[in-house]
């Protein structure tokens, strides 16, 4: 080791990267296009990331942003973040094949939006607008739902008295800032009634407790990788500040990070959020060790073990496949 690695350190958060959800969706149109060859058309980013979609796409996958763009009796794959009721009807009406690639834990929360509704009850629903993931689970019950983007937004809404409330959110959320929204709503509606289960996935409450975990022991930076687009990447960054690490920066790969970020950094933190695959945080490992940065250690919060079977309808014709 140089005498200028001495005082430097490179600690890298696990887990990190791909969660089953992701895994699963990827492997998903990859399976698609051996199967039924190219093209298959998949509705939205199958993950939010820029990476895995470009790859796929030179692999004969092409995205689209509605369905009005697949020609009739094509093959479509739904992304990880899920769709509405309305968008399977048209599916079925422009006569397309689908395979659904919606995370199960997006499944879930789509249960319960619908058993909540059935029930009579208000939906408050905690996420972001304009995201994929929110676009459809209120659209399994626009009538019942309200969108909560924020812990101020609390303050305005107005509900007629004796009404029932419920709460739900995106799964990629902070889960403090979730958790401070929840609170500021108890506030105001006493009763209000819970999911089942948290609708914050397993690994993006890992991910950010292994950032808060690094960024509390003193780090100079925090380095996310990750797209814009991708909201548990976003949240990241913002989680590795409140728990104190002094900047944080999202890249979508190494070519992203400005050299000055490191001026006078010994300590650097680096993670990546559940869409990204590997080989974009080993870039940017090489990216400090060009730099005069040690081999990174890596400090794991929790094992993950968890995995989602395919999609049922590529299963079958996988079968139907290795029988002929």
Same mark, same amino acid.
């Given at each position: ?122 939906? *408050? ?20 739902? *309200? ?114 970020? *490191? ?37 794991? *919060? ?23």
């Amino acid at each position: 080791m140089s005498v200028s690695e001495l005082n430097k350190r490179v600690v890298l958060a696990a887990p990190r990267g791909y969660c089953a959800g992701v895994d699963r969706a990827v492997i998903t149109v990859e399976k698609a296009l051996d199967l039924y060859g190219a093209p298959v058309y998949v509705r939205k980013q199958i993950v939010h990331n820029k990476h895995v979609v470009e790859t796929l796409e030179d692999r004969g996958a092409i995205f689209v942003e509605e369905l009005d763009e697949v020609p009739p009796g094509s093959t479509v794959v739904f992304s990880a973040h899920g769709v509405s009721p309305a968008v399977h009807a048209e599916a079925a009406e422009r006569g397309l094949k689908t395979i659904d690639a919606t995370c199960p834990l997006v499944t879930k929360v789509h249960h319960e939006a619908k058993r909540f509704a059935a029930d009579g009850k208000q939906i *408050l629903l905690i996420g972001h607008a304009g995201h994929e993931e929110v676009e459809g689970t209120m659209g399994e019950a626009p009538d019942n739902t *309200l969108l909560v983007q924020s812990p101020d937004d609390v303050d305005n809404i107005e509900l007629p008295e004796g009404t029932n409330v419920a709460w739900l959110s995106q799964t990629t959320l902070s889960v403090d800032e979730t958790m401070e929204t929840v609170g500021r709503l108890r506030e105001k509606f006493p009763l209000l009634m819970d999911p089942p289960s948290d609708d914050i996935c397993y690994a993006t409450q890992n991910r950010q407790l292994a950032v808060k975990q690094i960024a509390s022991g003193g780090c100079d930076l925090m380095i996310v990788v990750g797209s814009s687009n991708s909201s548990n990447s976003v949240r990241l960054v913002e989680v590795a500040l409140e728990a104190g690490a002094k900047t944080s920066y999202r890249v979508d790969n190494a070519s992203e990070i400005d050299p000055a970020w *490191l001026e006078g950094v010994q300590s650097v933190g680096v993670t990546s959020g559940a869409s990204v695959p590997e080989e974009l945080v080993d870039g940017v490992l090489q990216y400090l060790r060009d730099r005069g940065y040690p081999v990174a250690i890596e400090e794991r *919060l929790t094992e993950e073990t968890l995995q989602f079977a395919l999609p049922p309808e590529l299963r079958k014709d996988i079968r139907r496949a290795v029988k002929h």
